[in-house]
């Protein structure tokens, strides 16, 4: 089974932090994704990868930027933590082909305080 | 704007009836469709999905339907269990290029399966 590894469950940080959220997938997929989940909002995409050091914008990337130095590993950064950035944070990772389903983390549940 | 939209924050059904739930779509590019479904503290996990030459797919319990030209599908559950309790996503995405894997989900779906 595919494994989809977020370092974190739960954080706490404060306004104006740097934050890494850390994630690691087992099946040597070549795509990578982060999605935060808001009610009523759904998932939406913040950036994806489909290579390592490759990134693309998602729908929502402003106050975030990613790292992808290995292939399995895929960070996403808030360089300064505000309060509009707590939230769910959803790590996914599929095989580079189309139409191709997402395997996702368990999540990290982010408060900015 | 949302190009997926699920319009039924919840739904409330009796154990052993069908659930049914609904999704919107405004892409047109959009041609591969997918359910997740999510409990509590756990990420969402893959149900069915269904591709755009298709207007119907099952599996078990589970069914989805495509309206093309409506930009409409839908999940149908039957019968409907106490465990299938959860948020369901509607997704979809485009073909070509990195476009072709990434999902758009909709705003979800809260389903409670009553016994």
């Known amino acids: 089974d595919v494994k989809v590894t977020q370092s974190s469950r739960y954080l706490v940080k404060r306004t104006g932090e740097k934050v890494f959220l850390e994630c690691v997938q087992d099946?040597?997929?070549?795509?990578m994704f982060w999605y935060r989940q808001d009610p009523g909002l759904g998932l939406r995409l913040i950036y994806f990868?489909?290579?390592?050091?490759?990134?693309e914008k998602g729908d929502i990337p402003e106050g975030y930027s990613v790292s992808r130095e290995k292939k399995e590993r895929f960070s996403l950064i808030l360089e300064s933590a505000s309060t509009n950035q707590t939230s769910m944070y959803l790590c996914?990772?599929?095989?580079?082909?189309?139409?191709?389903?997402?395997?996702f983390g368990s999540g990290t549940q982010l408060s900015v305080l | 704007d949302q190009q997926v939209k699920q319009n039924s924050p919840s739904l409330s059904v009796q154990e052993g009836r069908i659930s049914i739930l609904n999704c919107d779509y405004t892409?047109?590019?959009?041609?591969?469709f997918l359910w997740y479904k999510k409990y509590p503290a756990e990420g969402p996990t893959f149900l069915i999905s269904?591709?755009?030459?298709?207007d119907k797919n099952e599996d078990g319990r589970f069914t989805v339907f495509l309206n093309k030209s409506a930009k409409h599908l839908s999940l149908h559950i039957v019968p409907s269990q106490p465990g299938d309790s959860a948020v369901y996503f509607c997704?979809?995405?485009?073909?070509?290029?990195?476009?072709?894997?990434?999902?758009?989900f909709g705003g979800g779906t809260r389903v409670l399966v009553k016994p």
């Open positions: 996914a990772s599929n095989l580079g082909q189309a139409n191709q389903k997402l395997f």
């Open positions: 997704a979809a995405s485009a073909f070509g290029g990195a476009a072709g894997n990434k999902l758009t």
């Open positions: 990868s489909y290579d390592v050091k490759m990134k």
């Open positions: 269904i591709s755009s030459i298709k």
């Open positions: 099946m040597d997929h070549e795509n």
């Open positions: 892409n047109s590019m959009f041609d591969y």
